[in-house]
């Protein structure tokens, strides 16, 4: 039987959206971010910039997955009209099961509050950094976002965005992950 990552992320999370914004405030003990580029810069301006992004995430990401482990990627969209709910989405080139969920960003969100509401799907991947480097990149210079990658086996969930990564853990300590590259930290107390 083919494994089911929205059902498996309903079951393990609630039904709360697989984006980073949504779950910091649900899993505060599990969450930490770092940051893309040196001084929190946002955007990438050059080649090494970008190369610095994908080195970074790939580091991150292989603290959190192991190589060919089986992963979940999810990308959600703010809902839209039933006829685009019906178009066929992919995310790197590979196709998503068509399959959707209808999460909250915030948990007491009302399905009509289209701006709290995110319509999620799923496929089932294994940990490659090919796949992921260009979905990095993509997300890097906003082509893509919204993106989550969960391994069902640890819990870890990754969510890269445009300047950093939401990193939620749960087979070590974000205070242990943070040890490992402080120098990529956010200066702010709140993390941001």
Not at 57 to 63: I, S
Not at 72 to 98: D, N, V
């Amino acid at each position: 039987m083919q494994p089911d990552p929205l059902a498996w992320w309903e079951s393990t999370f609630g039904s709360i959206a697989p984006v980073g914004h949504a779950l910091r405030r649900y899993l505060p003990s599990n969450w930490t971010r770092f940051h893309s580029l040196p001084e929190s810069k946002r955007y990438p301006d050059s080649k090494s910039e970008v190369e610095e992004i994908v080195s970074r995430h790939t580091q991150v990401a292989a603290e959190l997955f192991a190589p060919g482990e089986p992963l979940y990627a999810f990308q959600s969209r703010y809902s839209t009209t039933r006829r685009k709910l019906k178009e066929k989405r992919s995310i790197s080139g590979r196709q998503l099961r068509q399959s959707i969920v209808m999460l909250p960003v915030n948990t007491g969100a009302v399905a009509r509050e289209d701006d709290d509401i995110l319509v999620t799907r799923a496929l089932v991947t294994t940990w490659k950094p090919d796949f992921f480097d260009r979905l990095v990149r993509e997300v890097a210079n906003e082509q893509e976002s919204l993106v989550a990658f969960a391994a069902p086996g640890s819990q870890n969930v990754y969510c890269p965005y445009d300047g950093g990564m939401d990193i939620f853990v749960f087979s070590t300590t974000p205070v242990q992950l943070e040890k490992k590259f402080p120098n990529w930290l956010s200066d702010r107390q709140d993390k941001l």
